[in-house]
Structure formats: structure tokens, C-alpha cells
């Protein structure tokens, strides 16, 4: 918000128009630079248009922020904030502003009448996906209903079939709520969905119900939330290991789950600087029949040099137990693949038994990149820039506390038995919400059993190390 | 697509090799949770080792059913292979030269085998009527019984899950239509085709047990000796004489005896813990009950 060019308003009224019509006179138009953070401005009224079934008491919070404004610029920005505000409800579809001078017995002369234009979205959406996969094709259909009761209410519910015996569905309310004028938001969803775990040898459906809260608070943004889940665990063929075997059939697990996140990146996929940290427990065992106490944590910290170049450094570990016996394979921490230890395959280090990987109760995993652009720069400031070349390190273990010896004995277990890969490769930005490598990757050690890629590797997917 | 062939070629050449020490057949838990057809099988395969004189431990799982390659049980490990239901044993034993029915004709054998279909077209659908269509019987045994290692809701999910499945099964057979009467006397015309094929014999053929023997015996000896809330199947069976002779010199025979004489000290080391018990074991209390009858 710099300089605005705006025009002088006419000074012998109304009547000159017609002049300039029959005579075919150009009207010079004197242009005058004002500096708008010297205009003194003054929001009188704000009105919204196009409000139908939302209520009016949960939008006009939204725009309290513009009475504040004090001059010219500083309104045009908070209307530019408070349309993001609006938008951000999540219940409109479009949102237009219009400012006006004030008018009436009231109005002041440096009087401002702000107007926003708002179509709410429809009443129903709906949605239809086809998906190819691997080993399965799904087609899903999905229904949304934005704003049901007029203060953002949202019913959202989605069915998948897939050419296999993957059916699965979920429904999810969320309802918004204000604590200490910040947006926090309550949801509740019945889902089902399945999926096979072909490296540990097991497929798994589960069928649960959740109530989430989310909040903020000065340590980031939280997640609270209780799961229910009946989980069926079945094996994908006659090969898989005995092991896991045993471990076939239904539990009910009840867990508490707390997760907050602090994210300061300025961008999700290739960050340039900024840190990221994530930290969750989750405490199964309110009744159903799993019982386990679980950390997980995970920390990214980026920094920018000369030339563009970008050093990243990921770390996550984990550690869980189980309260009454042994954990269960689907609850187990898994380290390997191609985008979190590249050079091992997914799932591909830590404990396995005949080619199935059994997972572990204790993780700790990280990776140090260089990042720098593409040799030559080809397409820069525009295509290029969701393009990456990376040089990376990444370590690795997944190894089963034994409670019984010492802390040093368990660490000492951790470092003698470590993965590492090095190796370089390109990272694509898959619209700022995933990422795709293709990497060729070293490992330089790894442990007897484990499922090793070294060579060309690729990968896609949300989270990376 | 690949294992449907592995499966029978390493099994042939696994047939080659010895009978391993480890053999364990995987099974509910007999006091709270097994049912009575499973019950039935899982006495029929045990039968049928005895009587090979294999050794093998009895291992009891409350999820063995979602262990069994096939779901459903008995299975056994048998080194690297998992078989389950006593047909595919029977044959996995066979390769590994054991035989019980070699001593047999080839009129004889057919007859076997067609007794053998007789039970497993009568009995068995029968138990599973009983168990899962039979509305008292459903409600007061196998729903609690089916429930018991889940924890609330699954105790009444998986349960009722089950009975549509065996509902279907039925319904597909034909079964699913008859009245509880119709199934009794189905039962009875089976028992009475056994009854005359026994007469006066110790076996049902020869004076040499074989398989028919084996399966017969799970079947009836676990009828009989299963308190249930309607004990008609049980009373049919009991009208036959000979058959109820046949199943206490089995039961004398192949069970009592063996496990008189040479399990007392892996008793002890099962009873240590994890669910593990040997041959014959937890039919503790049914021999009581049987005797008692």
C-alpha cells in the first residue's frame, strides 16, 4: 500500500457533464499524489450484502477490526484483512468490497461507509473421485453441506468403493466455536476405511467414531481428540510371517490423542527458513482392549544461505509402551522409504520376520539436505522455482526398548545398529501440498533383513524427513 | 496368484521330510469360548493324530479363527506349512506316509468317503443350526460365548456379524429353512445309517481305526458331552447304543490312555502360562460329563 492515484472530484457540480457531451471537450483530469497514510479516514458503517441463512452475529465479529482504522491505507488494509477473515468462514463463495463515502444526517466528512458483497456458498455441494492406486482402483462419491445452521456448521461425507474389497465411508460434522476471540472448532466423524500393509504382510479395517477439538494456544495450534476404533486385523496371503500371524483378528482401541503444532515455515513443502515442530502423545486404554502409552515428535529447522541455497535439518523420533502386554503391529513405529530414509524401501528397516516387517517401539530417524536450485535455473521466478535440486543425509533406527537393561544399553543399541543412506535427487512441489522425489540414493548401512533400495528411488507423499 | 500353486508344490516337497517336533494345532479356548462345531472339528483332528500316534501340543488362541489360513478351525503349523480342517489334513499326514485306511479296499474306501460326506452334509450343518439359528440356544451360549474375548461393543457386533454369515451359508444349503424338528430328525436318519453301518463293531471299518472313525467320534462325543440348553441332538445320539459304546472306547482309547500315560510333564510346563496346554488336556471336563451321562 504505497500510492493511490485517485481523481480530484469536479468543482463546478453536476451541470458541466453536459457541456463536455455536445462539445466533445476532453476534461483534463489533473492527477494529484495524496499520501493516503496522512488521509484521515473513519469507518461509520460496514455493511454486508448477501447474507441469507448465515447469521448475522457470526459474521459481524469479523468485521469489528475496521472501525479501528484510523487513515485512508490503513482501512483499504484491514478491508483487505477482514475479507480474508470472511473468507477463511469458509462459507462463501465470493466476496466483493465496495467503500463508499459516508452519507445521511451522521455522516462525517471523513466519513467511510464499507460495503461487502457475499454470495454464500450453496446449500449442498457434492463431489465424485476416481483414484488408480498401486493394486486398486476406487471411485468415491461425496456430499457437502457448508453452513447448515447459519454460523458455519459443515456435514461433510464422502463413500469410497474399490475394485477390491476396499469400501469405506466417513461423515464428519465440525462446528466452529470462538474462545477469546479465536477461531477453534469441534467435529465428530464415523469412518471406515481399509488398506493393505503389503510390506508387513497384513491389510487392516478399521471402523471408529471421533470427537476432535482443535484450538490455539501461545504454544502453537492443538489437537484434541478421543478415538474409537474396532480394528480388524487380517493377513494378505499364505506367505506372511507367522509373527504377525498371531496377531490377526478384531481390537477395540479407545485412545486420547493431543497433537500441537508450531509452524513458522514460509512454506510446507520447500521451505526456505523458518522451523516446524510437531509433537503428539496418545494414551490408548479408555476400556476397549488395546493399552499403550505413545510419543511422537518431529522438528524441522530451515535456513537460507547465498545463492538460494537452503539447509534443512529433520529430525523424529518416537517412543511407545504397552500397559498390559505387547503393542500391536498397527500401533508400532516403521522407519524406511523413499521419502523419509531414502535407500530403504517403505517400511524396509527396523525388526522383521520372514520378509514382513514388524515395526518397533522405539524410532529415531533424521535427515540433513542441502537444497539449491536447479543447475542453470531454467524457468526461474516462475516454474522452476516448484523444482529443487537436494543433496541429503539421512539416518535412521527402529529398534524394541528392553526395559530391563540400562538407558546406555538401549542407546547403545540405537547408534550400533543405524541406517544411513546419502544421495542426491530432485524434489518437485505438488501444489503446496506434496512432494515428489526422485532421488538416487547410497545406503551406506544398514542391518541384515532389511529391505534395501539403493539406486534410483522415487517417491510422493505429505510428510518427509 | 503365484501361491495357489506354491502352496501345494512346497507342500509336496515339505512331505518328504520327517514329522517335526514342533507340530501345534491352534485352537479357541475350550471352557469360555469355543462353539460347538468348531468343538466338534477340533476333536476330529486331535482324534485323528492320536490315533496316527503323532505328537503335537494343543495351542489355544482366543483369535484362532482369524489366525486359520481358511478361517476356520482347527490349523495346524506343521514347520513352515498351515493347514487347516481335517480333509487337507488328513492328506498333508498322508504324503508324510502315514495312513489309516491303506488296510482298506477300494469299495470300502468309497464307502468311507461317503460316510464321511454323510457327516459333513448332517452333523455339521445341524451344529451350525443349532448353534446360530436356534434362537435359545444362539442367546444364551453362543452369543456370549462367540463374544467373550471382545471387549464392549464388539461382544455384540462380531456375534451377530457371524449369524448373518452362517445365516447365509444355511440359507444357501437349503438348511436355513427347516423347522428345529426337521433338523432333529435329520440328525436321527444320520445317526441310524451310522448305527447300522457300526452293528456290533469296535470300528466302522475293519478292526483298525480309520479317518471315518476319527470324525465320527468328534462329532458325537461332542454332542453328547456338550451341555447345552437344548440337549435333543444330544439325546438322538444317546438312542443309538452302539454309537455311544463306540465314542467311550474311543475316548478310553485314544485319549484317556495316551494322556494318562505320557503328557503329565507337559501339562506342567503349559500350565506355566500362555495358553498353551497338550493332547487332550482340556477335555477334562467333558470326559466327567460324559462318564457321568
Redesign the interface.
Known amino acids: 500500500m504505497g500510492v493511490v492515484y485517485a481523481k480530484e472530484l469536479p468543482s463546478n457540480g453536476p451541470n458541466q457533464v453536459d457541456d463536455s457531451h455536445s462539445q466533445h471537450e476532453v476534461v483534463e483530469r489533473e492527477e494529484v499524489e495524496v499520501d493516503l497514510a496522512k488521509t484521515p479516514a473513519h469507518v461509520q458503517k460496514v455493511h454486508i450484502d448477501g447474507l441469507g441463512r448465515t447469521k448475522n452475529d457470526f459474521v459481524t465479529d469479523e468485521v469489528d477490526e475496521l472501525f479501528k482504522a484510523e487513515n485512508f491505507e490503513d482501512m483499504i488494509k484491514k478491508c483487505a484483512e477482514t475479507k480474508m477473515k470472511l473468507n477463511n468462514l469458509g462459507i462463501f463463495k465470493k466476496i466483493s468490497i465496495l467503500v463508499d463515502t459516508s452519507k445521511g444526517e451522521k455522516a462525517r466528512p471523513d466519513g467511510y461507509e464499507v460495503t461487502f458483497k457475499v454470495e454464500e456458498m450453496r446449500r449442498v455441494g457434492g463431489t465424485l473421485n476416481t483414484h488408480v492406486g498401486t493394486n486398486d482402483g476406487t471411485v468415491s462419491v461425496g456430499a457437502k453441506l457448508p453452513n447448515i445452521f447459519g454460523r458455519g456448521e459443515k456435514f461433510d461425507a464422502t463413500y469410497t468403493y474399490g475394485t477390491k474389497n476396499t469400501v469405506g465411508y466417513n461423515a464428519t460434522f465440525r462446528r466452529p466455536l470462538k474462545i477469546n476471540k479465536k477461531w477453534s472448532s469441534v467435529s465428530s466423524s464415523i469412518y471406515r476405511y481399509s488398506g493393505d500393509f503389503p510390506w508387513s504382510g497384513y491389510s487392516e479395517t478399521n471402523t471408529g467414531i471421533d470427537l476432535n477439538f482443535n484450538f490455539k494456544s501461545i504454544f502453537g495450534d492443538h489437537a484434541l481428540g478421543w478415538d474409537g476404533v474396532?480394528r480388524d486385523?487380517?493377513?494378505i496371503?499364505?506367505?506372511t510371517a507367522?509373527v504377525v500371524?498371531?496377531?490377526?483378528?478384531?481390537t477395540?482401541k479407545s485412545s486420547l490423542k493431543h497433537t500441537v503444532v508450531q509452524d513458522h515455515r514460509d512454506n510446507k513443502i520447500l521451505p526456505n527458513h523458518g522451523s516446524y515442530l510437531r509433537i503428539t502423545e496418545e494414551f490408548a486404554g479408555l476400556?476397549?482392549?488395546v493399552q499403550f502409552l505413545k510419543h511422537d515428535m518431529e522438528l524441522q529447522l530451515n535456513r537460507s544461505f547465498i545463492l538460494d541455497t537452503v539447509l534443512q535439518l529433520c529430525l523424529a523420533g518416537g517412543v511407545m509402551k504397552g500397559l498390559h502386554g505387547k503393542t500391536m503391529l498397527n500401533d508400532r513405529f516403521y522407519v524406511g522409504g523413499p521419502l523419509t530414509l531414502r535407500g530403504f524401501n517403505l517400511r524396509g528397516a527396523g525388526p522383521n520376520s520372514d520378509g514382513n516387517s514388524l515395526g518397533a517401539e522405539t524410532y529415531l530417524c533424521g535427515g540433513l539436505h542441502m537444497y539449491t536450485p536447479l543447475p542453470f535455473r531454467p524457468g526461474k521466478g516462475g516454474f522452476g522455482e516448484l523444482f529443487r535440486t537436494h543433496f541429503f543425509v539421512n539416518a535412521g533406527n527402529a529398534v524394541n526398548v528392553d526395559f530391563n537393561t540400562t538407558a546406555i544399553e538401549n542407546l547403545q543399541q540405537l547408534v550400533d545398529t543405524v541406517r544411513l543412506t546419502y544421495g542426491m535427487g530432485v524434489v518437485l512441489n505438488l501444489g503446496g501440498v506434496a512432494r515428489l522425489e526422485l532421488n538416487y540414493c547410497i545406503p551406506v548401512k544398514s542391518q541384515p533383513g532389511d529391505s534395501v533400495n539403493p539406486g534410483v528411488q522415487f517417491g510422493i507423499g505429505v510428510s518427509y524427513l | 496368484m503365484a501361491s495357489l500353486i506354491e502352496q501345494p508344490i512346497a507342500v509336496e516337497l515339505g512331505a518328504s521330510e520327517p514329522w517335526p517336533d514342533n507340530v501345534c494345532l491352534f485352537q479357541p479356548y475350550e471352557n469360555k469360548q469355543i462353539l460347538l462345531p468348531d468343538a466338534a472339528s477340533c476333536v476330529s483332528v486331535r482324534t485323528f493324530l492320536n490315533m496316527c500316534g503323532l505328537k503335537y501340543t494343543v495351542e489355544l488362541r482366543n483369535n484362532a479363527e482369524n489366525m486359520s489360513p481358511s478361517g476356520i478351525v482347527p490349523f495346524m503349523k506343521i514347520g513352515p506349512f498351515l493347514i487347516s480342517e481335517l480333509d487337507p489334513i488328513i492328506a498333508f499326514i498322508n504324503t508324510k506316509g502315514h495312513h489309516l485306511s491303506d488296510n482298506l479296499n477300494d469299495s470300502e474306501r468309497a464307502e468311507m468317503r461317503a460316510y464321511m460326506s454323510l457327516i459333513d452334509k448332517v452333523m455339521v450343518n445341524a451344529e451350525l443350526y443349532l448353534t446360530w439359528c436356534e434362537t435359545t440356544t444362539y442367546t444364551e451360549v453362543t452369543k456370549i460365548r462367540y463374544g467373550s474375548p471382545y471387549p464392549w461393543p464388539l461382544n455384540i457386533i462380531l456375534p451377530w456379524k457371524r449369524q448373518m454369515e452362517i445365516g447365509r451359508k444355511l440359507k444357501a444349503l437349503g438348511w436355513a429353512q427347516k423347522t428345529y424338528e426337521e433338523v432333529c430328525e435329520e440328525v436321527r436318519t444320520c445317526c441310524s445309517a451310522l448305527s447300522e453301518r457300526l452293528g456290533n463293531q469296535q470300528y466302522f471299518f475293519g478292526n483298525r481305526p480309520s479317518e471315518i472313525d476319527a470324525l465320527v467320534f468328534g462329532h458325537l462325543f461332542t454332542i453328547l458331552s456338550t451341555s447345552q440348553p437344548k440337549m435333543d441332538l444330544a439325546h438322538i445320539v444317546g438312542e443309538f447304543e452302539n454309537l455311544a459304546a463306540f465314542c467311550i472306547h474311543i475316548d478310553n482309547k485314544y485319549f484317556t490312555e495316551i494322556w494318562r500315560n505320557d503328557s503329565t510333564a507337559e501339562i506342567q510346563r503349559h500350565q506355566e502360562g500362555n495358553g498353551q496346554t497338550s493332547n487332550g488336556e482340556n477335555s477334562d471336563d467333558s470326559f466327567v460329563k460324559l462318564n457321568g451321562d
Not at chain 1, 500371524?245 to 478384531?250: L, M, T, Y
Open positions: 474396532w486385523l487380517g493377513c496371503n499364505r506367505q507367522f500371524r498371531e496377531q490377526c483378528g478384531h477395540l476400556g476397549g482392549d
